[in-house]
Structures are given as structure tokens and as C-alpha cells.
């Protein structure tokens, strides 16, 4: 008879509450990182500084997190593990040019979509001797590994995954220096500029 009850009393109504408000105070704070890491970059931005922006108290990111490296590392951790499963799902079923189209323009709508975390990687994702390096570097061979696994079925004669990393890096760039700086081009248009840095790879 214990069991049921336990069972009843963690499903509370005030529970289920409490879980909900954990869970909007952890998408706050994540949400304000990558806004003022975007902005300023991770040693500059302060646990202080993050609280504040996501009002909530500043306890409440080290309950949530336990430091501000581990929140970082999950903000990269499944920030670039959304990413990947995007790609992953738009070349799905492609091959040669069309799966290098697909994943592309993925990557640049993704870049468009949320702009803060694009900056955040390109800032970030490459310096070494961070605290979450070892982490960092698994999921963005995943997120890269989706273009890398491209370029190995159009071209197995090259080195796909640095090939493959070019693309990726040269496609999030574009994208960035499109919202930054060119904001009146289509989007069509940067498609069109990377794709158009990637034609050698594709047989004529």
C-alpha cells in the first residue's frame, strides 16, 4: 500500500508545479547566457551578470547548474545536439548535391533562427583548454560529422571531415556576416554564395 501513495504524492498538482517553474527558470537563465555570452563572450559574462538578465536569484543558477562552467557546457551540449539532429533530419534520404543543399541551408536558416548561440560557437566552440573541452569536441564532431558524412558520399577520394568542416565553418560564417553586416540580402542569396564555394566538389 506504501507505493501507491508515494507514487500519488509525487504526482502532485503542486508537484507538477514546481517542476514547471524549475524548468521555465532554467530555460530563463540559458536563454539570458547565450544572450550576453553572444555579446561579450563567456569570461567576461558573470553568474551575476546572467541572473540579473534572467531575473531570477543568483542561487538559483548554481542550484540549477552547479557552476557556470557546467551551465555553459550544457548550453553547448544540447544547443549543438538540437543542431545536429536538424541536419541529421534535413539530408535524410539525399545524396549528392541535394544532401549538400539540404544541410546547408539548415545550417543558415538555424544561423538565422537563433543568431545568439551562432555567434556563441563561432566564439567559443574553438578555443581549447576549457573546462568542458573533451565535451565540446564530441558534439561538435557530431554537429560537423553530418557534413562530413556528406562530402564522403559525393567525393571518397577527400579528407571528408576536415572538407567537411570547411563547409560547415565557411556556411556559419556566411551566415553570421549576412545578419550582422548584409542584413538586406534574401536569404536565397547567401545559399546561393556558399553553395557556390562548394561547386568543385560536385561532378559535372
Do not use: C
Not at 532554467?26 to 569570461?43: E, H, M
Not at 546572467?50 to 548554481?62: E, L, N, Y
Not at 545536429?84 to 548535391?97: I, K, S, V
Request: glycine share 10%; no cysteine; charged share 25%.
Amino acid at each position: 500500500m506504501t507505493e501507491p501513495r508515494l507514487r500519488a504524492a509525487a504526482a502532485t498538482p503542486d508537484r507538477v508545479a514546481a517542476r514547471g517553474r524549475r524548468g521555465d527558470t532554467r530555460a530563463q537563465i540559458i536563454a539570458a547566457a547565450v544572450a550576453l555570452i553572444a555579446d561579450q563572450g563567456f569570461t567576461a559574462t558573470s553568474v551575476d551578470d546572467i541572473a540579473a538578465a534572467a531575473g531570477v536569484a543568483k542561487g538559483s543558477v548554481f542550484y540549477i547548474f552547479g557552476s557556470k562552467n557546467e551551465m555553459f557546457e550544457t548550453i553547448i551540449t544540447e544547443g549543438v545536439g538540437r543542431l545536429t539532429d536538424d541536419l541529421r533530419a534535413a539530408g535524410e534520404g539525399l545524396e549528392g548535391g541535394d544532401a549538400l543543399d539540404a544541410v546547408v541551408t539548415e545550417l543558415l536558416t538555424q544561423v538565422h533562427t537563433h543568431p545568439d548561440f551562432a555567434k556563441l560557437i563561432t566564439a567559443e566552440i574553438f578555443r581549447t583548454g576549457r573546462h568542458w573541452q573533451e565535451s565540446i569536441r564530441l558534439v561538435r564532431d557530431d554537429s560537423m560529422g553530418v557534413f562530413a558524412e556528406v562530402v564522403g558520399r559525393i567525393r571518397p577520394d577527400l579528407d571528408s571531415a576536415l572538407v567537411g568542416a570547411a563547409i560547415f565553418g565557411a556556411t556559419l560564417v556566411a551566415g553570421l556576416e549576412w545578419l550582422a553586416f548584409q542584413p538586406e540580402r534574401e536569404f536565397a542569396d547567401v545559399r546561393a554564395a556558399v553553395l557556390a564555394t562548394t561547386s568543385g566538389l560536385l561532378p559535372h
